[in-house]
């Protein structure tokens, strides 16, 4: 995707198994990139699966895209990706 500005508000969405540290693996890249997301929601669903929302401000597409595929990584994770807000 090309022309699109780092001040758009993008949102990762993440679904996880219910793990102690599964929030702490979904913000971890973003400490890592000296970011602050501009929001976190963490809320459990049915059948202990947790639904975990972070927007971020200022972050180019490419990086957002290679923090879902690392967060994807995770064992706890059952999926994660982002979209513009």
């Not at 679904?15 to 913000?27: C, H, K, L, M, Q």
């Not at 971890?28 to 971020?56: C, K, S, W």
């Not at 923090?67 to 706890?76: D, G, L, N, T, V």
Request: net charge negative; aromatic share 6%.
């Amino acid at each position: 995707m090309c022309g699109v500005e780092s001040s758009s508000l993008l949102r990762l969405q993440v679904v996880a198994d219910a793990d102690p540290g599964a929030i702490a693996r979904i913000v971890e890249p973003f400490q890592n990139l000296n970011v602050i997301p501009r929001g976190v929601v963490a809320e459990f669903g049915t059948n202990n699966i947790l639904h975990v929302r972070v927007d971020v401000f200022g972050m180019t597409e490419e990086q957002l895209t290679l923090i879902a595929c690392k967060i994807r990584a995770a064992p706890c994770i059952v999926n994660a990706y982002w979209h513009r807000v």
